[in-house]
């Protein structure tokens, strides 16, 4: 663990040490219409990074980060002027805040050294801000990298023998997702209504969704100066346009996606929510927890092919784990145990083949992972898998009412979170929750 | 037709009489760092909106719309700032426009009687300016609301008994495409490179698209406020959030579309390039040619009914070209006409259902048609259904090389062209144009 001299940052249970730094963006409770600006969170507390780059610009000297940039990108209600600067300015801010921010500082010591009434202003605690969205999405975009996820949901729907698409295996296949409708965590889901045809022989119905659902995935937040349109990100370099990883809950509507989704794919099912946590946790404070990729058989393509130590091109010991918590119940549920690990298409490997065909990439843009299931059962990543398409009762441990469930009630709160342990040290990313909401009538 | 003061704007063959103004997005060729700004176009001039609206303030009297207003959203890069006033506002400006361009004025005078330094500044010609994208596309939305396009795909792919897939004749059925890559008329595009596996029995291969394709669409430009996350925009009320539409072409990589969209739908095949024209023809511009809808049957839902006066519940009159221009010939073939009446669902319903659950639309929205193919055979809207499948040539009329086409070639340019015809004038579209260049190797 890197020692910080913000005590709280030094606890071996803290989400936030010196060693993860993740990115968000802030706005101070107290102060009556506080502009949105960027952050990092450090133990109990976040740092201003607005108020830091101008209070002491010294701070940040590098070629790719003068203080008057870091002070202009720190400065705007989203990550989107700081992802465009790319992978150089990212380490040099990583680098400069690690140094400022530890125990011991090499280069800068003023923040340490600084008053007690600029610490209490650079650096207030979590209670005392409000989260918001990291970034104003560009184009978000949703995978279906786990192999077991696609397995489990083929098998329901076409049977064991046809479970993988044919193309599965060869390329990280993915749909257009909704960028408008992704939201903060916290935010209120409504039980979206919409057409439904349980019954094939029957003319299609209207109404509330009732097979309402979460998917536990994780989302990357591209950064980096836009590929030309018509060129392509190699996947040899892909890794070097992404910023970081946030949690992603793709809330999915089961019977109107059943209905809806031939041949075009998901649409209505999927655009009426999706939730990210709000802290960005870096490439780099990720790295210790880098795996190799899973093996992927049959032979891909060489457009797909990059060698083990390719940035992205690689998987992460990342504990999940999703939990629900009812109305009738004082303290969640945990109802799935997963990891990013599960994923069989790397993210350098998503990006090189989501721009293959010359698709230009911006800043801003989200890139979801697809939903994160195992091969336990108790690692599927979504209640369609966990109850089996509702053929089973998912149990909800410790609850007084023992309750049980299939799909999501109205008054459920889905939260998932995640972290990678170190030694002697977490890395977390924050919540990542809403609560359903009865559909309007 | 309406009078103007311009006289070419009174020529019964200008796509842009009084009657159309169409809103635009230009920048001066003469003056180095000419900043983007809105204009009008009429005749063969564009009407600078920014300068309009600081030299003559007076022009912008309404309370939706006053001149402050007026010049602010008029003096910025893209038409999303207007688009999010809505439909008020923009009624306020067109009556203003209107008025202050006719050949005699009513409200007021002052544009008609400026300086003739003051026309040239206001007033550039067409070739005197650069047309650029008109606005930020927020999301892009590709429906596929043409009965006869859907049963041509179906009949090739599936046969001509299940055509039509469950679903079509119920919903406007739909995927989210692409936004960061919607480009503007002129815009060279790439032949894009991706995985094809043109024999089932071998494996897929890497290579350039060979059944590269166009398709004939328009799009609608959504603006007015966002409804909120959760809420829906009712059919009734759907037509206030069109702007107005663009000629869209969807250039499509038919192998690897083929390839890659099931089970989630089309994704690099479409992504690399979707082409909009420069002018965004209003709702009120086009309501002296709305036809009633297409009859539709089987009975829909009551979320999709809405009455023979709901603003957009309609079809439009409008004439569509699609036009191949090769590099050995000097004119280009007409090879497609078609019109908008051709679409089965309403943009009402299209933007009815898209929100249906709870989706939040935002100024800047892009929604199109969905390829727009007639009954006849040469009314088709793409290569695929005119050349069926490549199973047969598409002449090309008056090419000295007698040449002939499946898909597009290298060096083809594809014009789309569109126009609404009056009682002694027309409504145009201008120009969306695309010349394909050979694949990177
Ligand atoms: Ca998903
Ligand atoms: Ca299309
Ligand atoms: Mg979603
Ligand atoms: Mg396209
Ligand atoms: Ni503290």
Redo the contacts between chains.
């Keep these: 663990m890197q020692q910080s001299f913000i005590t709280s940052a030094c606890s071996p249970t803290t989400p936030f040490p010196l060693n993860n730094l993740p990115y968000g963006i802030f706005s101070r409770n107290s102060t009556v219409d506080s502009t949105p600006a960027v952050c990092v969170a450090i133990g109990d507390h976040v740092l201003d990074l607005s108020s830091l780059s101008s209070l002491f610009p010294q701070i940040f000297t590098g070629p790719h980060l003068p203080a008057p940039t870091a002070h202009s990108v720190f400065s705007t209600p989203s990550l989107n002027a700081f992802l465009a600067l790319g992978k150089p300015a990212w380490l040099e801010a990583r680098a400069a805040l690690q140094d400022a921010l530890s125990i011991s500082p090499q280069r800068c010591p003023d923040l340490k050294n600084a008053t007690a009434e600029q610490h209490a202003e650079l650096l207030p605690l979590h209670q005392h801000v409000t989260m918001h969205l990291p970034a104003e999405i560009?184009?978000y975009t949703d995978f279906?990298s786990s192999k077991q996820h696609a397995t489990n949901v083929g098998t329901m729907f076409r049977g064991p023998e046809n479970a993988l698409?044919?193309?599965w295996l060869?390329?990280p296949?993915?749909?257009?997702?909704?960028?408008?409708?992704v939201?903060k965590s916290g935010?209120a889901?409504?039980r979206?209504?919409?057409?439904l045809?349980p019954d094939?022989a029957s003319?299609?119905?209207?109404g509330p969704?009732r097979l309402l659902d979460f998917e536990l995935e994780m989302a990357a937040l591209i950064g980096g100066p836009?590929n030309q349109?018509?060129?392509?990100v190699r996947v040899e370099h892909a890794g070097d346009r992404v910023f970081g990883f946030t949690l992603m809950n793709d809330w999915s509507?089961r019977d109107?996606q059943k209905?809806?989704?031939?041949?075009?794919?998901?649409?209505?099912?999927k655009?009426?929510?999706t939730t990210i946590s709000p802290w960005v946790v870096t490439l780099e404070a990720l790295e210790p927890f880098r795996k190799p990729p899973q093996e992927q058989v049959?032979?891909i393509?060489?457009?797909l092919k990059a060698g083990p130590d390719v940035r992205g091109h690689c998987t992460y010991d990342i504990h999940l784990e999703v939990l629900l918590q009812t109305e009738a119940k004082e303290t969640p549920s945990k109802i799935c145990t997963s990891n990013f690990c599960n994923l069989y298409w790397t993210v350098a490997q998503q990006l090189a083949?989501?721009s293959?065909?010359?698709?230009?990439?911006?800043p801003g843009?989200l890139v979801a992972s697809g939903t994160i299931s195992g091969t336990e059962s108790s690692s599927f990543g979504s209640m369609l898998e966990l109850s089996w398409k509702g053929s089973k009762k998912i149990e909800l441990v410790n609850s007084k009412a023992a309750e049980k469930r299939t799909f999501l009630q109205d008054g459920d709160t889905v939260y998932l979170r995640g972290e990678a342990k170190g030694d002697g040290f977490v890395v977390g990313f924050g919540e990542c929750s809403g609560q359903i909401?009865p559909a309007?009538g």
Aim: with cysteine.
């Design positions: 560009r184009d279906y698409p044919p193309n060869h390329m296949i993915a749909y257009h997702g909704r960028a408008s409708s939201v935010t889901i409504r979206p209504c919409g057409q045809r094939p003319p299609p119905s209207f969704c836009a349109l018509g060129d392509r509507a109107i209905w809806e989704y031939v041949p075009l794919g998901p649409f209505g099912a655009n009426f929510a049959p032979q393509l060489d457009y083949h989501h293959v065909t010359g698709c230009n990439m911006q843009d909401l309007f």
